[in-house]
């Protein structure tokens, strides 16, 4: 089977609980991914993909008419279509999305599913369900996560786990963290102060305020970034932080994303704003504070049934106390997880809604 879920990198990591899900009611599933070349390397930790076929539609789009882009667009309708597929699902409802599922090869008796309608706060376009053989109506007010699950569950007619498993590769570092004494685990704490959009962001002051309490309680301060912008503010923060003394900071090289992902595992936690890489954070199932300047974590932000992540909310942004009391709250739920024993997860009953 194949899913078409091309973007963003927030938006990628909120889907990966379905091949999972997929994979846990149909084990001999093998599962095919659309996705922009730019997210391929994440989808490259999860075992359970078969293939993962990457475009880059974003870049097509400005030059679609020059040779280059006609000649990588070919290559990539002809990758995309060395296969046939039983069930060709599009998590995303857009209109990008909808013409790699049409494009897309059917197997006889195979069909397309899509999205049949917007939720609350997310994109969505009609060619989605005009292309589809089977439109499936989602209830209008649910978490990205919850929203693809239940639309994987529905066309491929399985219950949903009551919790979403990313099932991202765990570096040996991250493999039984849970299981160690608090005085065995990493002592690094990664800041995601980078996001797309200026208004998500987190003042400098509060990222040196917060640093300074780690440090003082034996943490060190790793500081990633993804482009100059970023870089500065890292390097900014780094410096407040080792006036005091040097190493309390270090400002991580320019990683690619698969490198970033097997850093931040290796992490005794992430606090971040929202965004793309803080999602990976929740992926990785690290302790975790997620930072909103605007009232949407019920959509995107983590489940914090867990207690290991939790977003913080406030406008016009959270303050420096909050964040850290968050902290230390997810610390108190990893600390008294160490001695429980694993938790078995059983299929829920499928609703009448199917899922």
């Known amino acids: ?19 999972q899900d997929i994979l846990a009611a149909l084990p001999d599933a093998r599962i095919d991914w659309v996705v922009e070349k730019s997210f391929a390397s994440v989808l490259a930790l999860h ?24 000649q990588q667009w070919s290559a990539f309708k002809a990758d995309l279509r060395q296969t046939e597929y039983d069930a060709i ?52 007010h649910i978490h990205a996560v919850q929203r693809s699950r239940e639309l994987a569950a529905r066309a491929l007619g399985y ?22 004494a608090p005085e065995r685990i990493a002592n690094r704490v990664a800041f995601v102060h980078g996001t797309s959009r200026a208004d998500k962001e987190w003042p400098l002051g509060h990222w040196t305020a917060l640093g300074h309490r780690l440090n003082a309680a034996g943490y060190q301060i790793a500081l990633p970034h993804g482009n100059e912008k970023e870089k500065l503010k890292s390097q900014a923060i780094a410096r407040a932080l080792n006036e005091s003394a040097p190493g309390h900071a270090v400002v991580l090289p320019l990683l690619a994303l698969d490198a970033l992902t097997n850093e931040l595992a290796q992490c005794a936690g992430v606090i971040g704003v929202d965004s793309g890489v803080s999602h990976i954070a929740v992926a990785l199932d690290l302790p975790h504070v997620q930072v909103y300047n605007f009232d949407t974590a019920w959509r995107t932000g983590p489940d914090a049934a867990s207690g290991r ?21 997810c610390l108190e739920t990893l600390k008294g997880a160490r001695d429980q024993p694993s938790e078995v997860l059983e299929w829920s009953a499928c609703g009448a809604d199917g899922a």
């Open 89 to 140: 699902i599009d998590l995303q409802g857009l209109t990008k999305s909808a013409v790699v599922a049409w494009l897309a090869r059917l197997a006889p008796g195979g069909k397309r599913y899509a999205l049949g309608n917007q939720t609350d706060g997310s994109g969505y376009e009609a060619p989605t369900r005009w292309v589809a053989d089977v439109a499936i109506r989602i209830k209008p």
């Open 1 to 19: 089977m194949l899913l078409v879920k091309l973007s963003s990198l927030g938006d990628v990591v909120h889907a990966l609980p379905v091949v």
């Open 47 to 70: 075992p359970g993909l078969h293939r993962i076929i990457p475009c880059e539609i974003r870049r097509w789009r400005k030059s679609p008419l020059s040779k280059m882009t006609r």
């Open 309 to 329: 992540q939790v977003s913080v909310y406030a406008a016009p942004e959270p303050g420096v106390d909050q964040v850290w009391q968050a902290w230390l709250g």
């Open 159 to 180: 219950c949903l786990a009551p919790s979403p498993d990313y099932g991202l590769k765990r570096h040996p570092a991250q493999a039984g963290r849970t299981l160690s």
